[in-house]
Nanobody, 127 residues
Framework: QVQLVESGGGLVQSGGSLRLSCEVSGFTLDRYAIGWSRQAPGKEREGVSCIDSSDGGTYYADSVKGRFTISRDNAKNTVYLQMNSLSSEDTGVYYC????????????????????WGFGTLVTVSS
């Protein structure tokens, strides 16, 4: 049974940092690209970042580039999203998803490309 479980969300002050984790089970992590998306209150879900399976290529939305870092530890079946210099604009529920391909789809199409998603973890940034 394929599962993705996010953790690490919480309440943080503006300028602070959080590290999200996406622990997977039921499949071999190193064969799949994994992405993070988020949904802010009253807004559509958007792709934030993605990491390829093999060469570890990484991709970021312009809004998080330079502040967020995605990484993976295949031995631990976990993908991470390190988030620095957080602002209120980063508030939302963050989801990790599995791309059935080894290479990431474009961030704009991530919501439709992923075949499995976790239930999300809430990040709240206070100003």
């Amino acid at each position: 049974q394929v599962q993705l479980v996010e953790s690490g969300g919480g309440l943080v002050q503006s300028g602070g940092s959080l590290r999200l984790s996406c622990e997977v089970s039921g499949f071999t992590l190193d064969r799949y690209a994994i992405g993070w998306s988020r949904q802010a209150p009253g807004k559509e879900r958007e792709g934030v970042s993605c990491i390829d399976s093999s060469d570890g290529g990484t991709y970021y939305a312009d809004s998080v580039k330079g502040r967020f870092t995605i990484s993976r530890d295949n031995a631990k079946n976990t993908v991470y999203l390190q988030m620095n210099s957080l602002s209120s604009e980063d508030t939302g529920v963050y989801y990790c998803g599995r791309d059935p391909e080894g290479q990431c789809a474009t961030l704009a199409t991530m919501t439709y490309a992923m075949d499995y998603w976790g239930f999300g973890t809430l990040v709240t940034v206070s100003s």
